[in-house]
């Protein structure tokens, strides 16, 4: 086996946290697919999409590895957002708690000494450089426009969301 029972472990519990996030995205793009924001609930699907894409690589590294997948509960989601900033605020917390639970990932791997295991991880750290910056851009713009969403959906319309090392084949 390539993979240590920590790591297996920890990874195994980051598929469920991704398969989380995704549910969690399905949730934002209802709340504004509810306000017929179609661009800024295209964007959150979008956003599904990409965790689940990201908890798929975390699958396939541990069977690739010889481990074994063990896919946790996944909590509920949240589903309560008071306005566009509280959502993509909660997206952006979201993807600052993923991008400490990516590096405590990394700190396992770095620990034992599995290049392997930091290798793979390199890809999820410059994912979550773009995430962030991705998020914190938009609710920049969400913080800008106030009331006036059009404004968001017309930038989203001008900007697409980066495709980052998604469009790179390694999806």
């Not at 398969?19 to 509810?34: E, H, M, P, R, T």
């Not at 996944?74 to 909660?90: C, E, G, H, K, L």
């Not at 930091?118 to 800008?144: A, C, G």
Request: charged residues 25%; proline residues 2%; glycine residues 8%.
């Amino acid at each position: 086996m390539l993979i240590s029972k920590q790591l297996e472990t920890a990874i195994n519990q980051q598929i469920g946290n991704e398969f989380g996030a995704s549910l969690q995205y399905v949730g934002i793009a209802s709340y504004f697919d509810n306000q017929d924001l179609e661009g800024l609930a295209a964007f959150f699907n979008r956003q599904a999409d990409e965790e689940r894409m990201h908890a798929l690589k975390f699958v396939t590294y541990i069977l690739d590895t010889g481990g074994q997948v063990r896919i946790p509960a996944i909590p509920a989601t949240r589903y309560d957002f008071q306005s566009a900033q509280d959502a993509v605020q909660a997206a952006l917390d979201w993807e600052l708690e993923v991008t400490r639970q990516i590096n405590g990932l990394m700190d396992i791997a770095v620990e034992q000494r599995d290049y392997m295991g930091q290798d793979f991880l390199r890809w999820f750290i410059t994912e979550q450089r773009e995430e962030i910056s991705t998020m914190s851009t938009l609710l920049n713009i969400v913080n800008r426009a106030k009331d006036n969403l059009l404004f968001v959906e017309e930038y989203l319309a001008r900007h697409p969301a980066p495709q980052g090392a998604e469009a790179g084949g390694e999806g």
